[in-house]
């Protein structure tokens, strides 16, 4: 059914007082686009005009758009809801096992160190151009990569350390276990005294997330 067929039945004049035509009966097929199609030609035309065709409506038809508006939604909203949610827990629940465990225990090249020769201070290394795979949609992640030591008696290795974060750039782990493995390897390298080690990760899907890992626990 077109939109002539709804002009023919009434819908069309709601605007223009034709409060003795009778109002279609919408299917839950047809709810969606009449109604979409309706106020779209309704708006733009008013537009067009200079003049709302739905403000000089009389309360009668008024109170019938009003009706038949409620009659749309009610009939098509739920349906999309309903959609939405069945959407999202088919989403949710193609998540394993293997995917929130990927990437924890992957070969990544050594970190090598040398021997320190002062106590009591402090190491800061920025990596800002980290890269990781998110092992569920195969899409990239970004990251500032802080990692903060006390050392003991080894000091990391620079060039080694950067080969190992490059390591990252193809390997599908999630953000959340990417930062607690390379804690969890600079501890293993260096022993240090403490460390942490901190991925602020650049925003996808409009959210950011900073994960802080923390060594002794």
């Not at 195969?138 to 080694?160: Q, T």
């Not at 600079?186 to 022993?191: E, I, Q, S, T």
Request: charged fraction near 15%; hydrophobic fraction near 40%; include cysteine.
């Amino acid at each position: 059914m077109t939109l002539d067929s709804y002009e023919i039945m009434g819908i069309g004049t709601l605007g223009r007082g034709g409060a003795g035509t009778p109002l279609p009966v919408f299917d839950n097929t047809m709810a969606s686009s009449a109604c979409k199609q309706f106020f779209f030609n309704e708006i733009q035309t008013a537009v067009c005009s200079g003049a709302s065709r739905l403000g000089q409506a009389s309360v009668f038809n008024r109170l019938r758009l009003a009706g038949l508006l409620f009659t749309c939604i009610s009939r098509w909203a739920p349906q999309r809801l309903c959609r939405r949610s069945n959407c999202y827990n088919a989403a949710m629940a193609e998540y394993t096992e293997e995917h929130a465990r990927s990437g924890i225990g992957a070969p990544l090249p050594a970190i090598e160190t040398w021997p320190n020769q002062y106590p009591g201070y402090t190491i800061t290394i920025e990596f800002p151009e980290f890269t990781s795979v998110c092992p569920k949609t195969g899409l990239p992640d970004f990251a500032n990569v802080v990692i903060e030591y006390l050392p003991d008696k080894l000091c990391l290795e620079m060039k080694s350390l950067k080969v190992y974060l490059l390591g990252y750039r193809n390997l599908g782990i999630f953000t959340e276990n990417a930062v607690n493995r390379i804690l969890e390897d600079v501890v293993a390298a260096c022993r240090p005294v403490s460390a942490t080690v901190t991925g602020k990760f650049t925003a996808r899907g409009g959210m950011s997330s900073t994960i802080v890992a923390c060594w002794p626990k």
